[in-house]
């Protein structure tokens, strides 16, 4: 069961070019940058989108904290790819938040598929998805379900299959726009926060009213 986006928050909003940094396409991943991210994918496909697909019209953003800045900024820049992958750090403003996501062409998740994974939720997901964002991310069980055919899956933990899916994406802007708005309709249509709240109020009774009865079924009887 995941928890789905704040309506308050996550709203659309007009774009903001100048977060492009003066380039026609902007790739965008959210999230904290730690281990257990696999940005080391993102990175591999930004490297594949540059220096194998040759596409100097794309700027990447990771808009995220988290204690792997440093590790990932080397990685940034060992790889040639300062000035198209930019790690602005904490973004406590949620209009720039948001303003993030509209600007963006494409948003990216790197999750990979594990027992956790697939049984997770990624609410960065279900936030593109609300702002209606075309989005590729690897397939997860729980995340398919959730998205189905709203938005592309490359190939698990293949940066190569995530570059090519994303510049798919990049030339055609009409079915970035019929995802996105698919996108949008299906996240709206039950799953954002206030949605939730009714099945969340549901299981936390179910789960109170099954450890009720088997506490009383555990106690013992009492001898008259």
Not at 28 to 48: F, N, P, T, V, Y
Not at 95 to 112: G, I, K, P, Q, T
């Amino acid at each position: 069961m995941g928890v789905g986006p704040d309506p308050r928050r996550i709203f659309p909003v007009e774009p903001r070019p100048q977060l492009r940094r003066g380039r026609e396409h902007l790739v965008l991943w959210i999230g904290a940058m730690s281990k257990q991210e696999s940005l080391g994918h993102l990175i591999e496909a930004a490297d594949r989108l540059v220096h194998r697909h040759g596409r100097d019209d794309v700027a990447i953003s990771i808009v995220a904290p988290g204690d792997e800045r440093e590790a990932i900024q080397a990685e940034v820049r060992r790889r040639g790819l300062d000035g198209v992958v930019e790690l602005p750090g904490v973004v406590t403003d949620d209009d720039l938040l948001r303003a993030y996501m509209a600007s963006a062409d494409v948003c990216l998740s790197v999750d990979e598929r594990n027992n956790m994974n697939d049984k997770s939720t990624m609410m960065k997901v279900l936030e593109y998805m609300a702002m209606g964002r075309p989005v590729v991310q690897f397939p997860l069980l729980e995340m398919e379900r959730v998205c189905n055919d709203t938005t592309v899956y490359a190939r698990n933990a293949d940066p190569s299959d995530l570059a090519e899916k994303v510049v798919e994406f990049l030339d055609d802007p009409d079915r970035r726009r019929r995802l996105g708005e698919s996108a949008s309709k299906r996240v709206l249509a039950g799953q954002m926060w206030p949605d939730q709240i009714p099945v969340l109020v549901a299981a936390v009774t179910a789960a109170g009213e099954r450890a009720q009865v088997a506490s009383r079924a555990g106690r013992p009887k009492r001898r008259r």
